[in-house]
């Protein structure tokens, strides 16, 4: 389906399924699982990740980043995965996406992750910075996890202040 607009959120809206009650029109949308924020003059992406992930919420979240005219690829990214229950992402998909999308990591970016609670999202968070770690452009070497957004912060130079 082809965006209707520019703006992620927007489409998500605009393409909910619609229910009619009498005079009243009443949308049903279920919450977005990956949403960010680009703030320019800190060169960092703040994404929040919730709920079940799959595959293909992993792919827009990196396919609407992207095509943001405020994206820029060197830009620190803060990625936070505490509200997340489950990732539905095997190692073979984890590694597609990497290969499909030279454009959205830079070898200069740094990568903070706050990890959840999930034992098993832990794993698949690991697995994934080894995947990082097989590229030839050596991107795994500005990966780090974090338990807390502090920690995350200081890693990342960004004060808490």
Known sequence: MKPISSLPFLN???LCPLLKSFDK???VCEPMPC?????KSLQT???TVKG???LQDVRDLVRNLIENPDFNPSFNQLTDFREVTELKVTS????AIISETPDYISEEACRAVILPSQPAVWEILKMYKILLGL???NIQKNFQTFEDTET???WLGLSSD
């Open 52 to 54: 079940s992930i799959a």
């Open 92 to 95: 073979a998909e984890l590694k």
């Open 135 to 137: 590229e030839p452009r």
């Open 12 to 14: 998500h809206l605009l």
């Open 25 to 27: 029109v009443i949308m």
């Open 35 to 39: 949403t960010f924020r680009i703030d």
């Open 152 to 154: 995350a912060q200081n």
């Open 45 to 47: 992406v703040f994404t």
